[in-house]
């Protein structure tokens, strides 16, 4: 797939995450206005319902840009999300023979993105995080159980997962205090109270969830994949001596729900079509429910950077990707519909942390610094085990084609102290 040359010209550099081959959706404001939808173009982007109301959608039953979530679009299904993509690109290639009362319409809907303030893209119904790479749990696994026992005995088998929070899923650029909570060091006989000391991110990818099943009716994987609408950058922030406290029997609570950081922009599946890959060779089959008959992971490079506050510029302490989680997003929603859970429109799926083959693209600072023992040095000098009051994290991503790529944005967050609190 080459380049589509757009008739906006900031489009066509090779450096833009937004070329006419993305056109990913967001919500946005202006001036403090009611907030609507839009896609992301080259430096801009453009108001759908201005674009609505100009007659670009004319099979579109009714305004659905108009609203403050992309919620209601996303439900729609694949046909309608196939022909707004198609109109758009029509719209905006460079040669295509838009007459003058639809490049009118251009204009009036053209914002650049410096000027707008984006919120958070779609109305979050339930979050879903999974434990789906498997680089990352063999990491982890070996830190606390040794290497003979990293990971459980079910993990080849399902993708793990648990229940998150919805109600702290927020945007990039949003502040995360670090949380209080109860930790028990293993040399101590009780717990304590106080601010987290291993305040973590975790690098993934989620997938939000366009159309709905019914309660009580499986899907297969083929299924699960239609009703994804698109993916977003997700950092899933951790509190790991939280958790080490809690986490027995029943799992993360505490240490992961006081925030989760997603990327202002859905990145479709159409526009990602080009890169899909296979999950790897399985070392158990699994069973038939879950396997795909496809590929359906996706080739999109992904890095975390660190900004110390104060510092000039973040480092860059990690360089992954996506093809290396062990389950698709796909295989995630099947299993976790095949009991007759509903899921709809507007869910959201954690990957679980995208981790590669060695420190350098490990996806967590547990994982970089192996628990605090081998402590990260950042270019400006200092060192990082784990987070510190004032850091700035950063993921982006990309999908990198012939001249061009398809890019998510960023997906950022600054820690804050924890809140002053006197039981």
């Known amino acids: ?15 833009s995450d937004f070329p006419l081959n993305n056109l990913p959706f967001g919500v946005f404001a202006k001036d403090k206005g009611t907030p609507r939808c839009c896609v992301a173009i080259g430096d801009f982007l453009l ?29 729609m299904g694949n046909d ?3 022909y707004v993509r198609k109109q758009l690109i029509e719209l905006l290639r460079a040669d295509s023979a838009t007459d003058a009362k639809k490049v009118k319409a251009i204009e ?14 779609f ?7 999974f434990y789906a790479g498997r680089q990352h749990a063999t990491n982890v696994g070996t830190m606390f159980r040794g290497a003979e026992n990293a990971l459980p005995p079910n993990w080849l088998h399902i993708p793990i997962g648990y229940n998150g929070r919805a109600s702290t899923v927020v945007i990039s650029g949003t502040d995360v205090h670090r949380p209080l909570g109860q930790m028990k060091p293993p040399t101590a006989e009780i717990p304590y109270f106080g601010p987290c000391k291993r305040l973590d991110l975790e690098l993934e990818m989620g997938a939000v969830v366009g159309v709905p099943n019914e309660m009580g ?8 994949d239609d009703m994804i609408f698109g993916y977003v950058l997700l950092n899933d922030w951790s509190a790991r001596d939280i958790q080490a406290w809690e986490y027995q029997p029943l799992g993360p609570f505490q240490a992961k729900v006081f925030a989760t950081t997603i990327s202002p922009w859905v990145v479709t599946k159409e526009a990602l079509a080009g890169f899909r890959v296979s999950t790897p060779a399985r070392d158990v089959e699994l069973l038939p429910y879950l396997q795909e008959k496809e590929p359906l992971l996706y080739d999109i490079d992904l890095a975390v950077h660190l900004k110390p506050e104060g510092s000039a510029k973040p480092t860059t302490i990690s360089n992954t990707n996506y093809r290396n989680m062990y389950y698709s997003a796909a295989q995630q929603l099947a299993h976790h519909a095949i009991g007759g859970c509903k899921m709809n429109t507007g869910d959201l799926l954690g990957s679980g942390t995208i981790s590669g083959d060695s ?11 192996w628990g605090g023992k081998n402590p990260l040095t950042l270019d400006t000098g200092e060192a990082r085990s784990f987070l510190e009051d004032g850091d700035t994290l950063t993921l982006t991503g990309a999908a990198i084609g012939d001249g061009f790529k398809i890019g998510f944005g960023e997906c950022t967050g600054k820690i804050l102290p924890a809140p002053d609190f006197n039981p």
């Open 359 to 369: 420190d350098k693209a490990y996806g967590s600072l547990l994982e970089i610094s």
């Open 80 to 82: 309608k999300w196939s």
């Open 1 to 15: 797939m080459k380049l589509l040359n757009c008739r906006i010209e900031s489009a066509n550099n090779s450096e």
């Open 123 to 129: 109305t979050v119904g339930d979050y879903t995080d």
């Open 47 to 75: 108001d759908l319902s201005v674009l609505f109301d100009a007659a670009v959608f004319p099979e579109l039953p009714e305004n659905v840009f108009a609203q403050s979530t992309l919620n209601a679009f996303m439900g």
């Open 108 to 121: 009036n809907a053209q914002h650049l993105q410096s000027d707008a303030t984006m919120h958070m893209p």
């Open 217 to 224: 009716k499986p899907v297969t994987v083929a299924e699960a």
